[in-house]
């Protein structure tokens, strides 16, 4: 069975909505286009978007699960955001020029005991994805189903939060592409490390509520990693069903 490409997302503003894709053109040494573009940065960060932080400094999925529930819609030329969540209205606004909007909208799904969001940053070096270098998740569906088989339930692909998802290979196969280059579609990219994972996972993507031990089934393979993180090599055109294979 020849591995392809089943699904392309991105996540506009880290941890607030994801929005499938069909096709994505990868610029080399970029994240993937608009994803984590925008950050909400609360009331003990100093995030301007001058640089890449890691994720402490904004408010975030592992502390907020509601925020799992967001669904996002950007227009790419506009660069206005839509946001859907099962406990608010619809919502659209100008990320670099009605933040107040959205933080009010954001507002009743956060914690008391949590740090304020106070502001959206926009990232003026690269997407504000959760590794030091501008990074595309690859995720495995033989790995998720290999989870969904340790819980005993189905589970959402979205808990994991990737860009670019594969099936066609075995259960864990990706961790064996740490330091080598995969051709995605027309791209190719350099594995470098395995994606950790927190509390987020445990969030339900529909409800936004915490309902199955992720981080748990993870420990039984003696880690808690899953999908790998790339960085692009050489530009290129993905699209679903495009092939996947070592470059």
């Known amino acids: 069975m ?13 941890s607030h909505g994801r929005e499938a894709l069909r096709a994505v053109s990868l610029t080399a040494g970029q994240t993937l286009p608009f994803d984590r573009l925008w950050a909400v940065a609360h009331e003990k960060s100093s995030a ?68 304020a969001s106070t502001r959206v940053v926009r990232s003026r070096v690269r997407g504000m994805t959760d590794s030091d270098f501008a990074s595309v998740t690859l995720c495995n569906m033989s790995s998720h189903r290999a989870v969904e088989q340790r819980i005993g339930t189905p589970l959402s692909v979205h808990r994991w939060r990737g860009n670019i998802w594969i099936d066609g290979l075995a ?21 470098r ?7 987020a996972t445990t969030a339900n993507p529909d409800t936004g509520r915490r309902d199955a031990d992720t981080l748990g089934a993870l ?14 090599v050489r530009s290129g055109r993905v699209a679903l069903n495009d092939s996947v294979e070592r470059a």
């Not at 799992?68 to 819609?73: L, N």
């Not at 490390?193 to 927190?198: A, F, G, I, K, P």
């Open 193 to 199: 490390e395995r994606t950790d994972r927190c509390m």
């Open 2 to 14: 020849t591995a392809r490409v089943t699904g392309l997302w991105r996540h506009p503003i880290k």
């Open 171 to 191: 259960p864990w196969e990706e961790f064996d592409w740490i330091d080598r280059e995969v051709r995605i579609g027309e791209a190719v990219l350099h594995v």
């Open 48 to 115: 301007d978007g001058t640089e890449w932080l890691p994720c402490v400094n904004f408010s975030r999925v592992s502390k907020v699960p509601a925020l799992m529930a967001i669904t996002a819609t950007l227009d790419e030329g506009t660069e206005r955001v839509t946001l859907m969540h099962p406990d608010r209205p619809e919502i659209t606004f100008s990320p670099d020029s009605e933040a107040d909007q959205f933080l009010d909208w954001v507002r009743p799904l956060m914690p008391e005991n949590r740090a």
């Open 219 to 232: 420990e039984s393979w003696g880690h808690q990693d899953f999908s790998v993180r790339a960085e692009v």
